[in-house]
């Protein structure tokens, strides 16, 4: 890639809004330095990988990443013999071995099922033994700790010492006769590291010492006195005892540094680009960005945005940008300020950012190829220091774009052809157009030249579309329009800002009899297209409307099936009643008929079974049959896999893939496997075969079930748990890696039917299960 061209797609600016998202210096510099790579596998491998680290967060929320010092400068000077480290970079060191073996941890336990990150804990590396040593003889501000080694300790004992008795000595003369009107004030103080004290200076002759120091006004001397001289210097011949031994102690550090010189480099590598993975995570989150489809020749951008205007914090208009298979580019046209350029330049530079392992601001199920390069011709190049006018700096370009071109290459033109005559500067963009298209290039090229327009309509292999415009009042939509060409508006613009009316009516009349009717023609077209696009608009407003009364009908009618079912369910329990009340009487009226008619019990009950069967039987044909919606299931419905295992809310189709959410998981399944959730019209009947590991505890055994399938069995256990009035059930998830565990306990604290849950003892299978505590 050019750096020309990542200029002029601004694409150093995205770089520092990624830089802005770094929690290092170290990952700052990274991300300023990130290139486009062309390379097919590992532009996908890159991209997959912040893809994961993206779902990874998504799932575990929180990182236990923070802010880290740059340990280079410190590790490039430990690399010399005989150098010694301050015990503040040797505590940065400290820190970044911490915080390698806590991100060392943490991948390893939560980064199952994430496979291009598999090798990062592989690289943040552990350093127990320094990491040990460093903590035992470094306190919090860098400072060597007394117990760093034993001859430090008595050192600096010592030194407390002859401190304390050279201050005891000091204070007793302060407050004896002596110096009563001789001392500016009764404190002890230091110069030139020695203990003296404040003497006026009008009496220093009164009290016998060496004068170290005075004040700024003159008025004070700070006074040695002369039994202090000799405990001084025992303070300062300690001072550089313990001086030596501190020096001694910071070699013997640096060279356990030095001894782990490559770890400490490799580690700190792999924290940066940690840093850097964490920074496209977190750019992604503010600009809701997704992992686009790489590979294919088609260009798919579904509600593409910006990401600088996205970064502004204005409302941003999303783009379709489109350059189907089998098409070789995508010419815009319109009207100015209508969008073209910031469109050329979306489309760019979200190439560049997925070439780059950014995830895009578009839809999920967008799709682009992967460009061996990606070159652009836009603004103007003119320079006067180089004698190159405005059209010879575009001509100049684009020769050298030609001359670099190498397949799979996207090419950005912005008004190319311009800054000449217009009949040749669109005979020479027809000529890029057709020896791009010969060399296999896709082109995104903007235009207001008449030839380019009919070129691209007429050849057929260039996509068109022209930026929505409100003709009447000359406002953009910052839409694109495909299948039309638009007007430049060039003069009715000219008008709108202000330009003198004759001078617009001049204008006008110097128009060929030729550009005149092509104007027509054209805004007879897009007049056609507005019509037809509002009439679309207004169909689809009467086919939502359509769809939800069907909807709004079909409620009413489970309404009404429910009622009926209600009533039916009352005349059932009145019949039931009047049966029992039957047969209660008929006893007596048998007894009593017995005697007349010995036949009048057997014919009685053979009645009574035969109403019995009749109900019975009716009440099974009320039961209403299972709904299987067969319409495709739209994002945001409840839908669940065809085996029943997993059942949730689709949050998005990506292709052959969808994922659905359930409680705070996600899971991706085959789309072909989702439809919508089959509903019952009357409440679902859940059998669940319960085992009992102890009599009046129900217990269900989770083992060896992942998370998708041991909640749908959960639910129905509890469902039977509950209704067979249980207080207390037992859950059998085992320990593992904690997922199911986390899974179970996270269901269980949103169910209704769980009031309380807890461990129980080691003895009753500790953290493999969990019991819980149920609502009756």
């Not at 880290?68 to 015990?87: K, N, T, V, Y």
């Not at 005892?241 to 020096?247: G, L, N, T, V």
């Not at 950012?353 to 460009?371: D, K, N, R, W």
């Not at 207004?538 to 709004?552: D, G, N, T």
């Amino acid at each position: 890639m050019r750096e020309r061209d990542l200029q002029a797609l601004e694409f150093d600016k995205v770089l520092r809004l990624l830089a802005g998202c770094a929690l290092s210096s170290a990952g700052h510099e990274a991300c300023l330095v990130l290139r486009p790579q062309i390379a097919v596998a590992q532009v996908e491998a890159e991209s997959e990988r912040t893809w994961q680290f993206f779902r990874l967060l998504e799932e575990q929320l929180t990182l236990p990443l923070r802010g880290f010092p740059d340990i280079r400068p410190s590790l490039q000077w430990a690399a010399h013999g005989g150098a010694a480290l301050e015990g503040l970079k040797l505590l940065e060191i400290q820190d970044i071995a911490a915080l390698s073996r806590t991100l060392a941890l943490f991948f390893r336990r939560q980064g199952g099922g994430h496979n291009s990150l598999k090798d990062l804990p592989e690289r943040l590396l552990s350093f127990p033994e320094l990491e040990d040593t460093l903590h035992h003889c470094l306190d919090e501000s860098g400072r060597l700790q007394d117990e760093a080694s034993p001859e430090l300790r008595s050192l600096r004992r010592r030194l407390r010492t002859l401190g304390e008795e050279t201050e005891r000595r000091l204070r007793d003369l302060l407050r004896s006769s002596q110096a009563r009107d001789v001392v500016a004030d009764h404190y002890i103080t230091i110069r030139n590291n020695r203990f003296v004290i404040p003497v006026r200076a009008d009496f220093h002759t009164r009290l016998p010492g060496i004068v170290q120091d005075r004040s700024g006004s003159g008025e004070t001397l700070f006074i040695e006195p002369l039994f202090a001289v000799e405990l001084n210097n025992r303070l300062l011949l300690a001072r550089k005892e313990e001086e030596a031994e501190e020096h001694r102690l910071f070699l013997w550090l640096t060279d356990l540094v030095r001894a782990e010189l490559p770890r400490l480099e490799s580690a700190f590598a792999a924290l940066t680009e940690v840093d850097v993975l964490h920074a496209k995570v977190e750019l992604a989150r503010k600009q809701r960005c997704t992992k686009p489809r790489l590979g294919g020749s088609a260009v798919r951008l579904r509600n593409a945005r910006h990401p600088l205007l996205l970064a502004t914090g204005k409302p941003v208009v999303p783009i379709d940008l489109l350059i189907p298979e089998g098409k070789s580019g995508l010419i815009i046209t319109g009207p100015n300020t209508g969008g073209k350029t910031a469109a050329l330049k979306t489309l760019g530079l979200l190439c560049l950012m997925a070439q780059s392992g950014l995830l895009v601001p578009a839809e999920e199920e967008s799709c682009l190829p992967i460009f061996a390069g990606i070159f652009a011709d836009i603004g103007d190049a003119q320079s006067l220091e180089q004698s190159l006018s405005t059209f010879s700096a575009h001509v100049r370009n684009v020769a050298e774009i030609l001359r670099e071109l190498t397949v799979p290459a996207l090419v950005l033109f912005d008004e190319p052809g311009g800054g000449t005559d217009p009949l040749e500067g669109g005979a020479l963009a027809c000529g890029l157009l057709v020896h791009l298209k010969e060399r296999g290039a896709r082109v995104a090229a903007s235009t207001h030249l008449t030839p380019v327009k009919l070129f691209a309509l007429a050849d057929g292999d260039y996509q068109v579309a022209a930026v929505n415009f409100a003709l009447d009042t000359l406002t953009p939509h910052y839409l694109l329009h495909y299948g039309t060409v638009g007007q430049s508006l060039g003069l009715p613009m000219a008008r709108r800002l202000g330009l003198p009316a004759e001078v617009c009516a001049a204008a006008e009349a110097t128009l060929s009899d030729e550009a005149r009717q092509l104007s027509q023609v054209i805004m007879q077209l897009e007049e056609t297209r507005a019509t037809l696009e509002r009439e679309r608009t207004v169909v689809a407003s009467e086919r939502e409307q359509a769809a939800a009364l069907r909807v709004r009908q079909q409620a009413l009618l489970a309404e009404t099936e429910e009622k009926r079912h209600h009533l039916w369910q009352e005349e059932l329990a009145e019949a039931r009643l009047l049966v029992r009340r039957v047969r209660e009487e008929g006893r007596e009226i048998v007894a009593r008929l017995r005697a007349t008619h010995p036949r009048a019990r057997q014919e009685l009950t053979q009645f009574l079974h035969e109403q019995q069967a009749t109900i019975t039987a009716k009440e099974h044909e009320m039961r209403p049959p299972l709904i299987e919606d067969t319409t495709p299931p739209q994002i945001g419905d409840e839908v669940e896999v065809r085996d029943g295992k997993i059942r949730g809310e689709l949050v998005a189709m990506h292709g052959e893939r969808a994922r659905i959410r359930r409680g705070g998981l996600t899971f991706e399944v085959a789309a072909t496997e989702v439809r919508k959730a089959v509903s019952h019209k009357r409440e679902r009947q859940v059998r669940v075969a319960v085992a009992s590991s102890a009599p009046g505890l129900p217990e269900i055994n989770l083992l060896g079930l992942r998370v998708h399938e041991a909640l749908p069995r959960l639910e129905a256990f509890l469902d039977q748990a509950v209704l067979s009035r249980q207080p207390s059930v037992r859950i059998v998830h085992g320990m593992g890696t904690g997922a199911l565990r986390r899974a179970v306990r996270e269901y269980l604290a949103n169910s209704p039917y769980c009031a309380s849950y807890n461990e129980p003892s080691r003895s009753e299978g500790g953290g493999g299960v969990t019991i819980a505590e149920l609502t009756l």
